[in-house]
C-alpha cells in the first residue's frame, strides 16, 4: 500500500464539504450535492441521506456511484455505493447541525447512511493537470491493475 497517494487523495477533498454524487437514475446520470461526513478518508467516504429520496431507490438499483469534489483541486472518486442503516455510525457521524437541515435525528428511522467505497479516483490541481491516481481494493477485484506512465495503483488492503 502507498500510503502518502492516500494521505494525497484524503488531503484533497478533506476540506471540501460538498461533494457532488452521481448516481443512474431510470432517465440517466444525475448529480446532487451531498454532505461528506467529517471521517478521515481510508477508502470509504459517507453521506446522510433519508429512504424517501431518489438517490436511496437509485443506489438499491445500481450500486455504481462516481462522487466529484471542486476546491483546490478536482477530484473524482469512482465506487460502489451501500445503503447502511445502522444507528450507532449514525449517531457517531451525527452532527447537531445536520437537525435543522435535515430536520431529523440520528435515530429516525427514515435516515440512512451511504457508504461508498472508493474503486479508483482521479485528480487534478486547479486549471492544471499533475496526476492521476487509480486504485482498487483488492476487496472489490481481488485483483491488482497494471500501471501505466500516467496511473499508479494502491493496494488499500492485503
Request: proline share 1%; net charge negative.
Amino acid at each position: 500500500m502507498k500510503q502518502n497517494e492516500i494521505e494525497t487523495l484524503r488531503e484533497l477533498i478533506k476540506d471540501v464539504d460538498i461533494a457532488m454524487l452521481t448516481t443512474q437514475s431510470e432517465e440517466g446520470l444525475i448529480s446532487r450535492p451531498m454532505k461528506t461526513q467529517e471521517v478521515e478518508f481510508d477508502g470509504d467516504l459517507w453521506f446522510f441521506t433519508k429512504k424517501e429520496t431518489d438517490k436511496y431507490k437509485e443506489i438499491l438499483h445500481d450500486k455504481d456511484v462516481n462522487v466529484a469534489y471542486a476546491g483546490k483541486s478536482y477530484v473524482s472518486v469512482r465506487g460502489r455505493a451501500e445503503i447502511i442503516d445502522d444507528l450507532n455510525k449514525k449517531k457517531e457521524l451525527w452532527n447537531k447541525a445536520y437537525e435543522k437541515f435535515m430536520q431529523t435525528t440520528y435515530d429516525d428511522s427514515d435516515l440512512v447512511l451511504i457508504k461508498v467505497k472508493a474503486e479508483a479516483a482521479e485528480y487534478w490541481e486547479t486549471g492544471n493537470f499533475t496526476k492521476k491516481i487509480s486504485f482498487f481494493f483488492k476487496r472489490m477485484t481481488g485483483q491488482n491493475a497494471e500501471s501505466t506512465n500516467i496511473n499508479e495503483t494502491l493496494k488499500l488492503n492485503d
